[in-house]
């Protein structure tokens, strides 16, 4: 009783951030003038040394969250928000 009375009693929070939304996120603030405010998913996981499909996948959590926007389609083209510019960690 006492293991679902403490389970009961945690607290439900998803942290804002995943660890690759977190690198993305903290690359992304320091190379955005380097990309001129645009970067591929290719360019993120180079830089980062992780694969472009996990990239890719953080970076649509971000989008949806709004500390990035997609603004091109083929290829696919993502720019930081206001909102990513003043992230903190």
Known sequence: RFYFEALK????????FTENGKLILQFIQKN????NNLFKAKDIGEGLGI??????????????????????????????TKKGENAQF
């Open 9 to 16: 009693n945690e607290s439900n929070e998803r942290p804002l």
């Open 32 to 35: 955005k003038d380097t990309f």
């Open 51 to 80: 694969s472009s499909r996990t990239a890719s996948g953080s970076m649509r959590k971000l989008v949806t969250d709004e500390y990035l926007e997609k603004v091109g389609k083929d290829p696919v083209v993502y720019a930081l």
